[in-house]
């Protein structure tokens, strides 16, 4: 079992940076792909960023490619989502996700593939 906690959301002004964690328990942690999500009011809730288990692979939506950076700790459990260049359009609750079943391509964005879900942080970047 894997329970997330999401932390370090907040308001930023547009070009700001904000890091967001995702802190972990259960051993099994450290063998699970893990990706953010985020979700805006009205808007289904899409794939940002993830990584696998090792850290060595990372994936990204386009709308995030060389502002987001994505990382993980496995020996402190958590997984971190560098944000810079923030945009009023980044403004979303984001969520983590972990699953340790491997992803790859198309299965990393798809929702139906996590298994561990976090309650979410709210970012808001204003203009």
């Known amino acids: 079992q894997v329970q997330l906690v999401e932390s370090g959301g907040g308001l930023v002004q547009a070009g700001g940076s904000l890091r967001l964690s995702c802190a972990a328990s259960?051993?099994?942690?450290?063998?699970?792909?893990v990706s953010w999500f985020r979700q805006a009011p009205g808007k289904e809730r899409e794939f940002v960023t993830g990584i696998s288990w090792s850290g060595a692979t990372t994936y990204y939506t386009d709308s995030v490619k060389g502002r987001f950076t994505i990382s993980r700790d496995n020996a402190k459990n958590t997984v971190y989502l560098q944000m810079n260049s923030l945009k009023p359009e980044d403004t979303a609750v984001y969520y983590c996700?972990?699953?340790?079943?491997?992803?790859?391509?198309?299965?990393?964005?798809?929702?139906?593939?996590?298994?561990?879900w976090g309650q979410g942080t709210q970012v808001t970047v204003s203009s």
């Open positions: 259960g051993r099994a942690f450290s063998t699970c792909a």
């Open positions: 996700a972990a699953d340790q079943g491997p992803k790859s391509g198309r299965s990393w964005s798809r929702l139906a593939e996590y298994k561990y």
